[in-house]
């Protein structure tokens, strides 16, 4: 089974804090993803990432970055926390092939 | 005008029911189309994906009208445990875009 994994399910940050959001796919897959969802929004895509050092801007890439050292690594970087980024961050990868995505459990973040 | 569009829901229906979601695009150069289905709190996990001449998977119906940007889901015979968010799901021609709709929560009632 796919599995892709997130650091961390819950995190309480202060506004000002530097918060390292990271993922892991064990298949291989090319493409990853980070989304973040909210009520009434849905998911909006933040940053995707199709090979190693690679990235483009999705369609809210303000206030985030993201490192893609290695294959299986994509890691989201919000350089100073704000509340307005408290949100449900969602990571993925995806099998070209067929085009399934498939989704870590998630990452609560909450901005006090 | 939102990339991908959906019914706004919530539906509530009886168990056994059939209930149709509906979906519409903006992008036409759109090549690949999902369902997916994400139940409270959890992640989004593909229920199928829809083909230009339909598809059937048991109980479900996915159908896709490319000239009308138009996609639906057909859910037969309600079960309890098909209540969730129901994700319509395009992907752009270059393959590695994927644009959620913003989900149609159904709830299948005892």
């Known amino acids: 089974d796919v599995k892709v994994t997130q650091s961390s399910r819950y995190l309480v940050k202060r506004t000002g804090e530097k918060v390292f959001l990271e993922c892991v796919q064990d298949m291989d897959h090319e493409n990853m993803f980070w989304y973040r969802q909210d009520p009434g929004l849905g998911l909006r895509l933040i940053y995707f990432s199709y090979d190693v050092k690679m990235k483009e801007k999705g369609d809210i890439p303000e206030g985030y970055s993201v490192s893609r050292e290695k294959k299986e690594r994509f890691s989201l970087i919000l350089e100073s926390a704000s509340t307005n980024q408290t949100s449900m961050y969602l990571c993925?990868?995806?099998?070209?092939?067929?085009?399934?995505?498939?989704f870590g459990e998630g990452s609560r973040l909450t901005v006090l | 005008r939102k990339e991908v569009e959906q019914d706004p829901g919530p539906f509530n229906v009886p168990e056994g029911a059939t209930v149709a979601f509906n979906c519409t695009y903006s992008?036409?150069?759109?090549?690949?189309f999902f369902w997916y289905r994400q139940d409270c709190r959890k992640e989004p996990k593909l229920l199928m994906s829809v083909y230009s001449s339909g598809n059937e998977d048991g109980r479900f119906t996915a159908q896709l009208n490319r000239a009308s940007q138009y996609i639906s889901l057909l859910i037969r015979d309600s079960k309890l445990s098909d209540s969730a968010t129901y994700l319509c799901?395009?992907?752009?021609?270059?393959?590695?875009?994927?644009?959620f709709g913003p989900g149609t929560r159904l709830s299948v009632l005892p």
């Open positions: 993925a990868s995806s099998f070209p092939p067929t085009g399934e995505l498939f």
């Open positions: 992008n036409s150069a759109s090549q690949s």
């Open positions: 799901v395009v992907r752009d021609n270059y393959g590695q875009n994927f644009v």
